[in-house]
């Protein structure tokens, strides 16, 4: 029996699909994040560094191969109970989508430009007339699924880089400062706080989502076959790790060296203008500006294809896709829907939208972590199915729980704070450990184990 070898991309457009994920992840939170990370860990920022690069960058990688192999993250989560899958996939296109993170990306990149507004000049009108244009344009790119690539591998992508190497060469050659000692929480087990503000970028959570889109880009290069897709997005996927590797190490560069400067600042978009204007005066301004502008119309674009995908694909009868691959109404209504809701909603102000954060990221994280690991070693998981089961639905529960109290009744006792790890917010993981335990033993006594 032969086989017919699975296809290929050229080097170039495996750059390209590469680059074209690196630009979906990388919004506004991946660049205020480091800068504020490094500036608060001061001479703890390697440790601090290490922790956050596993949770922002290596689950988002492993979360891209996990969706590959699956088939898509509603597969994945299947494999609990369809149920649960329905509600959790849900749940996570909802905050990475119109809820949380798409109105995030036109709050924070007006946030950035609204210093350069003129004298006299309402905020309010000229936030609402930015986020109608930002949207406009989102949706306008969105319709067209073959120019995201394109646009974000070529373009708008390599650009962002750009503008990066220059704030991060400035601060190279000219130190602002010396990094100071750790601030709280880093002042201790910092890594571990490291890994937790990882959370923040939202990057697991997306990447069980933006598998999709990137697996449409493979398949329009013409790599059809399971295998080889599964291989070109997984290799997009380290790509893109190794590029945000490299510009987090440069942000918290920046971050560390304004330690002693402004060891006050709360926010690192703060502090990355801060770091600009010292060196290129209103020029830095500009640029810190038109760096915030790109990332988020990148990660905009990105966030309303997918999410529109996700809810035509499981609502809508005939799917997004027509018979000759270009977009349906029902995505088309769809996309305009999310994008105008995100755009009213983008109106209330950042700090609004990211006061339902914490709370929701706490839920669902664990589970997305969990989920992930499992779906890595689906072969294991698959041959105890009871443990997909109890594993899902017990991390879901401890997060739910947890964030619930934290979000209306915060510093109420609970049992699960008695768990190891729960003083750092990890308590997930013994019960995820319990749960692995209880679920070989059901799969054993239901006959169910392989």
């Known amino acids: 029996m032969t086989h017919t070898p699975s296809q290929a991309l050229a080097p170039r457009q495996s750059f390209t699909v590469g680059i074209a994920l690196f630009s979906m992840f990388f919004g506004a939170g991946n660049l205020i994040i480091p800068p504020l990370l490094a500036l608060q860990a001061g001479t703890a920022t390697p440790v601090a560094l290490v922790g956050f690069l596993v949770a922002a960058i290596g689950l988002p990688i492993l979360g891209i191969i996990a969706v590959a192999l699956a088939g898509t993250a509603r597969d994945l989560a299947s494999r609990v109970h369809p149920r649960f899958a ?51 344009v989102a949706f306008a790119l969105t319709l067209r699924p073959g120019v995201i690539t394109r646009v974000l591998g070529r373009v708008t992508g390599p650009a ?12 190279l050659v000219v130190p602002d400062g010396a990094p100071a000692a750790p601030q709280p929480p880093y002042d201790g087990a910092a890594a571990v706080q490291g890994f937790l503000t990882g959370y923040q970028t939202m990057d697991l959570l997306a990447s069980l989502a933006f598998g999709i889109v990137i697996a449409e880009a493979v398949r329009e290069t013409g790599v059809t076959d399971a295998a080889g897709q599964a291989r070109e997005i997984s290799r997009a996927g380290v790509i893109a790790g190794v590029l945000m590797c490299l510009v987090y190490g440069g942000l918290a560069l920046v971050g560390a060296g304004l330690g002693s400067v402004i060891p006050d600042a709360t926010n ?8 600009a204007t010292r060196h290129f005066g209103l020029a830095g301004t500009v640029v810190v500006g038109l760096i915030f502008l790109i990332a988020c119309l990148n990660v905009c674009i990105g966030l309303i294809s997918c999410c529109a995908r996700y809810f035509c694909d499981a609502y809508v009868v005939g799917g997004p896709d027509g018979p000759d691959g270009s977009p349906t109404r029902a995505f088309s209504l769809m996309a305009a829907g999310l994008a105008l809701f995100s755009c009213m909603l983008s109106n209330v102000g950042l700090d609004a939208i990211l006061m339902f954060s914490v709370p929701l990221l706490g839920a669902l994280y664990p589970v997305a972590i969990v989920l992930v690991a499992m779906g890595l070693a689906h072969g294991f998981c698959d041959a105890h199915p009871q443990v997909w089961r109890w594993v899902g639905a017990c991390v879901a529960v401890e997060g739910v729980a947890v964030s619930l109290r934290d979000a209306f009744a915060p510093g109420t006792w609970l049992p699960l704070d008695a768990l190891p790890l ?22 054993a006594a239901s006959g169910h184990s392989a």
């Open 422 to 443: 729960a003083d750092i917010g990890m308590a997930w993981l013994p019960v995820a450990a319990a749960a692995l335990l209880v679920g070989l033993v059901h799969s």
């Open 86 to 136: 329905e509600v959790f996939v849900g749940a996570v296109y909802l905050a990475i989508g119109p809820c949380l993170a798409i109105p995030r990306t036109s709050s924070t990149a007006f946030e950035m430009l609204a210093p350069l507004l003129p004298a006299g000049v309402s905020v309010d009108v000229a936030r609402l007339l930015f986020s109608v244009v930002f949207f406009v």
């Open 160 to 171: 962002l880089i750009a503008l990066i190497v220059v704030v991060v060469g400035a601060a």
């Open 268 to 275: 690192g978009a703060v502090i990355l203008t801060e770091s």
